[in-house]
């Protein structure tokens, strides 16, 4: 970021929900899910919402158009967190949304995800015991957080660097993760696409992470950006950590 960005104000969850509740309506609210409505652990594989938040969120749905926009595949997103109908589900930062389209490759892309799995599956070798390596349909992810950083970190930056070589491979470097990409996918673009799609005055979105911010920095100037957890950030708030923004869950209906 080359402009000092303004620190992000720090409300209360419930001083949150009366911002939003005080903007033009109708309103989206767009939520990241690991770090926001499920807390980060160790392996993503076990990452489970914390408990309240489905119902917290089927409480919202009759009052906003309701999204969670996240970095897993839809697949993965239904079979770990199941997320309640009338929620919009939109997974691999953007290329799936639930009910909708399926990601179906090229040739060329095909080849592509061959390559990047060769590279991905090389370096979890170099980054040693504890590093895997996710397949998702338009993308493979490298692991680091349970490997030791000394050897984990030079390994995915180097991945970084050999994948963002490929042609046409797009490469996203996360909270010790990193996705090597065959097609462009961008939050933003997602997030844009369902502004646009159900008419919203306003758009909410809740994140915690580098791809979140590309979302905090195209949003307009009415509507809410909220960053969860500590970290540089775009956003104009922040909330602490998943169990405030359960509460700010709770708090909006009432106030809608
Ligand atoms: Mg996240």
Do not use: C, N
Not at 24 to 41: C, F, K, M, Q, Y
Not at 78 to 86: S, T
Not at 108 to 113: A, D, K, Y
Not at 192 to 221: K, Q, Y
Request: proline content about 8%.
């Amino acid at each position: 970021m080359s402009t000092v960005q303004p620190a992000p104000l720090e409300p209360s969850s419930v001083e949150l929900a009366d911002i939003v509740a005080a903007r033009p309506r109708p309103l989206l609210v767009g939520l990241d899910v690991d770090g926001v409505l499920a807390p980060i652990v160790e392996r993503a594989d076990r990452a489970a919402l914390l408990p309240g938040v489905t119902e917290a969120l089927l409480d919202l749905v009759p009052h906003v158009t309701l999204a969670v926009v996240s970095g897993r595949s839809v697949a993965d997103l239904e079979a770990r967190y199941g997320f309640p109908a009338g929620v919009t589900v939109v997974g691999s930062h953007g290329l799936e949304t639930r009910g909708l389209d399926t990601v179906a490759l090229d040739e060329r892309e095909q080849r592509r995800l061959d390559d990047l799995t060769a590279l991905a599956s090389a370096a979890a070798d170099a980054a040693g015991a504890g590093a895997w390596v996710e397949h998702k349909p338009a993308s493979i992810v490298l692991h680091v957080r349970e490997a030791d950083p000394a050897t984990a970190e030079p390994a995915a930056t180097r991945l970084h660097q050999r994948a963002g070589e490929v042609p046409g491979a797009h490469v996203k470097h996360g909270h010790e993760v990193v996705e090597l990409m065959v097609r462009p996918t961008s939050k933003a673009t997602a997030v844009a696409d369902l502004r646009a799609r159900h008419g919203a005055a306003t758009v909410v979105f809740v994140g915690d992470d580098r791809t979140d911010e590309e979302v905090f920095a195209t949003l307009a100037p009415g509507d809410v950006s909220v960053r969860v957890g500590p970290g540089e950030t775009l956003a104009a708030h922040r909330l602490p950590d998943p169990p405030a923004v359960l509460a700010w869950l709770r708090a909006l209906p009432s106030r809608l």
